[in-house]
């Protein structure tokens, strides 16, 4: 049966930019919530001095929980290789963070979708610089898991994979058994595509889930892409959701899962309108999951 974690998303300043809160007090939050696991993000502000690793480890932990999986943000998609280098090596130091948290899977991206760039060329940079971090990943036994992206909250244009084919090309450029795609609903609606048609082209190749819900508070996905290029983080008029009341159909998704034969972690990118809508978006999924892996 798959089991469920939790991202921090209504606190990614306050845990990443300005400090205001401490990793102690998302996890004391989050520890309450019917969860096996904390998603982590690479950016907490305490997470830069290596000391501390273990010590959250062991307070997520002392609550029977775990860490399985690392959200970071590499932009592999610069021309400039001493900048590739940097975030390859930035990469690398991420799946150390990983290993030493405990946890299984680590993300990675394309990059950002900069104007200059082919898609061959910018498919070629991602995919040669994935590959330069697997055997890394391979020999700490941690999965590299490529997510279909919208935009880092602190890039300043969106994903270059964002769209379907390119995605699905960059892929198919890479096999290798410590290789998989952390598949996230959501961000195929901003694309302006369907997520089950994106699903059912590489369900096969999904290991792990971001659960959200998205909805645009004003405007048309169309107004969107016009804003987004140029402007950092996520577009004024983008809201995340409470799960079950959006634009996703858990239903179908279960289902071409559950046929696929996942049986992996699912992580909940949820509770921008407080800790009572994240409860709220755990007990939807709780229901779902248990109506599809009874």
Known sequence: MPKLA???????????????????????????????????????????????????????????????????????????????????????????MTQTLGGSFCRVLSGQKRPELSIDEGIKLAADCILECLPYAQERNITLIIENHYKDDFWDYPEFAQKMDIFCKLVDSIHHPFFGINYDPSNTYLAGEDPIELLKRVAD??????????????????????????????????????IGKGLNDYDAIFRILKTAGFDSWISIEDGVDGMDQLERSVSFLRKKIAGYWP
Request: aromatic content about 10%; glycine content about 6%.
């Open 205 to 242: 190749r999904v290991v792990t889930m971001h659960a959200s819900d998205r909805y645009l508070k004003e405007g048309t996905l169309e107004d969107l892409r016009n804003e987004e290029d140029g402007a950092q983080g996520y577009a004024r008029r983008l809201s995340h959701g409470e």
């Open 6 to 96: 939790v991202f921090p998303k209504a606190f990614m300043i306050p845990l990443c930019k300005d400090g205001s809160m401490r990793l102690s007090e998302w996890i004391a939050l989050a520890v309450k919530l019917d969860i096996e696991g904390l998603e982590w993000y690479a950016g907490f502000l305490e997470m830069k001095d290596e000391k501390n690793w273990l010590g959250f480890r062991r307070q997520v932990e002392d609550h029977g929980k775990v860490i399985p999986m690392m959200c970071c943000s590499p932009d592999f998609t610069n021309r400039d290789a001493a900048f590739r280098a940097t975030e390859i090596n930035k990469q690398k130091r991420w799946i150390d």
